[in-house]
């Protein structure tokens, strides 16, 4: 199998963490998955030296012409949202979307993106504090504030920096399935998953760290257990807390509600089962802890938007490809 190419673009001023999620994902050689992982290649507008957040310096050998020539091509953000993007940078993500490139943004990235006539007439996101100055300079974009990112096939946006590794994971679980993605994730000690969107951190305070012992002892026994009735008391007692202090603990944790993390692992766990296995969707259903098919394919749409066996027959058709 051919190694998927992805680049990605260091500017001067820019900070370690915003191009350091794709180097993390895509440039690291995982060597106990079995799969030609990602080339990544880091590229820059010239060829001097930029300068990153804290004093340190970066160079690379590879320009604007590999950038575009990318399989997968990232802007992890930009300097200044409210500065007009360079000509040359627009030049090059016109080509390689016109070369069919999958284009990428992280946060600010999106205006570059826009500012490339790439995001018009599409669905884009881009950090809660930008969506409206994005929708002011772009009104052609359709800005959703809400998602952590969005999918419109050859052109994906994500929220802000953090957002990026949710991305980043959909990336690889689009191109390698949910079990390669599970694996990545375990090893940068992240969710393959996040469900939520931007609005639970929107402008609110940080809450006091909860003691969290006893919730993520029982969002571990609800993983072994997903197959069964779950609600609220169960999680509760495993917790050794009442209902009521669960459920605040709980979401001080997480960020969502016990409802929409059991959603959103059952759908999690469907995916490796519906890449691996044989079996009827109904099956599947009930496997996942669906208590019917009918909510299964419900929740598996609103989630991914596409249905499961179309989600199989995508899959098994990017396997055997």
């Known amino acids: ?5 992805v680049s990605v673009l260091a500017y001067d001023g820019m900070t370690a963490f915003e191009a350091g999620i794709v180097i993390e994902v895509f440039g690291l050689v995982w060597p106990d998955i079995d799969h030609p992982w990602y080339d990544l290649k880091v590229c820059t507008e010239t060829p001097d030296p930029i300068r990153v957040l804290g004093g340190a310096s970066l160079t690379t050998p590879h320009g604007l012409d590999e950038f575009a020539a990318a399989d997968t091509v990232v802007i992890p953000s930009v300097a ?26 992280i946060c600010s990235g999106a205006f570059a993106l826009a500012a490339a006539g790439l995001l018009d007439g599409r669905r884009a996101t881009t950090h809660w504090r930008y969506a409206d100055l994005l929708r002011e300079r772009h009104p052609q974009v359709l800005v959703d504030p809400e998602p952590l990112y969005t999918d419109e096939g050859d052109v994906l946006t994500s929220a802000g920096c953090a957002a990026g590794l949710d991305l980043a994971m959909h990336l690889v679980r689009k191109d390698y399935g949910a079990a390669v993605a599970n694996a990545v994730a375990r090893r940068l000690v992240i969710q393959p998953y996040r469900s939520g969107g931007q609005a639970q951190y929107i402008e609110s305070p940080v809450p006091p760290e909860p003691d969290d012992t006893s919730v993520a002892r029982s969002i571990g026994w609800a993983l072994e257990h997903l197959a069964e009735p779950i609600g ?5 007692k495993q917790a050794g807390l009442s209902p009521r202090t669960y459920l605040r603990h709980f979401v001080k944790a997480t960020g969502t509600t ?17 890449e691996t296995g044989d079996a009827p969707v ?9 208590a019917t098919p009918v909510t299964f ?3 598996f749409a609103k989630q991914l938007h596409t249905s499961p066996s179309a989600y199989r027959r995508t899959f098994r058709a990017r396997r055997n490809s």
């Open 1 to 5: 199998m051919q190694r998927r190419t």
């Open 80 to 105: 200044n949202p409210r500065a007009e993007t360079s000509p040359a940078l627009i030049e090059a993500l016109q080509r390689a979307h016109g070369n069919g490139a999958r284009m990428v943004s």
């Open 232 to 236: 609220v008391p169960e999680l509760a």
């Open 258 to 274: 016990p409802g929409k993390w059991l959603i959103a692992q059952r759908v999690q766990a469907a995916l490796t089962m519906l």
């Open 282 to 290: 109904e099956e599947i259903a009930l496997a996942a802890g669906f």
């Open 297 to 299: 394919r419900h929740h």
